[in-house]
């Protein structure tokens, strides 16, 4: 597992030079404007993982964990692990930008709990269609899982049900709760290809 972390972090850290130029001049929009910085650090964090499957398809990578020692599994587990070190990562920027605050720890958990949903998707979905048709399996899923959070949240708001700032934290669980049944299942779609 330990090599497949090294080379995907090594593939992360050349696009992550291209990434930075972009994400400073946004840092330096958040700092001195009212720029809202976390969603452009999820979108980054996840296209990040995304690319990796780009790589692993045109250099035959499946192939290759066939053939090494724990075989794919730990493949699997290695991009797991990473992801949740690159959320990790975005939830500590994030909370960097905007100075220290309170309020930017609670944008930190937030925004990492939201990166962790959207992983927990993002990589069964691209195991088990490729990363041609996961892309657009992902856009229909994230459309279908968006659209049913507005129209819930919709209809709380209109029987009265307000939301606190508090019950955002609970993203952060359910996305750890979402990593967690993720994992396995990619696991398991690995091992039959």
């Given at each position: ?133 996961g892309r657009m399996v992902l856009i229909v899923a994230i459309a279908a899982l ?48």
């Amino acid at each position: 597992m330990r090599g497949f972390l090294k080379r995907d972090w090594a593939l992360i850290c050349v696009n992550l030079r291209f990434y930075l130029l972009f994400l400073a001049g946004a840092c330096l929009l958040a700092v001195f404007g009212d720029f809202p910085i976390g969603p452009c650090l999820i979108l980054f964090s996840v296209i990040n993982v995304m690319n990796l499957f780009f790589y692993d398809e045109a250099n035959r990578w499946m192939e290759y964990a066939a053939a090494a020692p724990k075989g794919r599994r730990a493949m699997v587990d290695a991009r797991y692990l990473l992801s949740l070190c690159v959320g990790g990562a975005m939830a500590v920027l994030q909370v960097a930008v905007e100075r220290l605050s309170a309020q930017a720890l609670l944008h930190g958990l937030v925004f990492g709990g939201i990166y962790l949903l959207y992983t927990a998707v993002v990589l069964p979905v691209f195991y088990r269609f490729g990363s041609v048709k996961g892309r657009m399996v992902l856009i229909v899923a994230i459309a279908a899982l968006s659209g049913a959070a507005v129209a819930a949240a919709t209809a709380l708001e209109e029987l009265g049900v307000h939301f606190h700032s508090g019950l955002f934290l609970l993203l952060l669980p359910l996305g750890a709760a979402a990593m967690l049944v993720s994992w396995p299942i990619s696991r398991n779609i690995v091992k039959k290809l």
